[in-house]
Every structure is written in structure tokens, then in C-alpha cells.
């Protein structure tokens, strides 16, 4: 049986992007590689890390690094929170950019979008009912 393990953002900085996500999310480092050229962040059972463009390179895996400024990947990753509103302040706060703020939706669940300083898209967003 397959088991979802972790998720790899590609960036230029892996350090900048863990010290951005651990300001805006309060989210911990797990581990840094030396090089700095890898990093992994204590999220729960599933892992979110970062990988440098160079280690794309390395492993031949093509990766479009540039997007247009009005643009995001076409993924989004989330994180789920009691309190939506204060998430979204603190991530804009620490240099987020906003894209959407808190809506409840007709499903009872708040959300809300930034994009990060790599530009992939965050979802902060209530648990479901």
C-alpha cells in the first residue's frame, strides 16, 4: 500500500524559505541539509520540504522556475487552523502576499489564501466539520 510521504516545493533560497515559513506559519525546521540545498519542516504525519533549483538539475527532473508576477503554480498547498483570521495577519505580517482573505464558505469552513515568497500558493483554512 502506497503512503503519502512528504511534498517538495522547488525555491532559490532553502534556507530563506524555511526561516520565511517558520515566521509566517510558525511552522518548525526538522532538518536542513548542510549544503543547504535540502530542508525538511516538522508539519505532522505528512512532510513539506524544499529542494533548490540546483538539486532539480541534479536529479534531471525539469523544473519552471519563473512564473509571470500575477501567476501561481498550478498546486496549492494548505494548512489547517482554528483561527484563520490571525494566520492570514501573520503570514501577510511576515511578508506574505494576499491573495484572498478569510471567507466562510457555504460549507462551514473558513479560508483564505497568501502566496509565499516563492510565489506557490498557501490555503490557510479551518478544519471540516
Known sequence: MMKFGYTILYVKSVVETVEFYERAFGL????????????????????????????????????????????????????????????????????????AEPTQKPWGQTVCYVRDINRFLVEICSPMG
Open 28 to 99: 518548525q525546521r526538522k532538518f536542513v541539509h548542510e549544503s543547504g540545498q535540502y530542508a525538511e519542516l516538522d508539519t505532522g504525519t505528512t512532510t513539506l520540504s524544499f529542494a533548490s533549483l540546483e538539486m532539480g538539475d541534479f536529479n534531471k527532473v525539469p523544473i519552471l522556475s519563473d512564473l509571470p508576477s500575477n501567476k501561481s503554480a498550478a498546486m496549492e498547498i494548505a494548512f489547517v487552523t482554528d483561527d484563520v483570521a490571525n494566520a492570514f495577519t501573520k503570514a501577510v505580517g511576515e511578508g506574505a502576499e494576499p491573495i
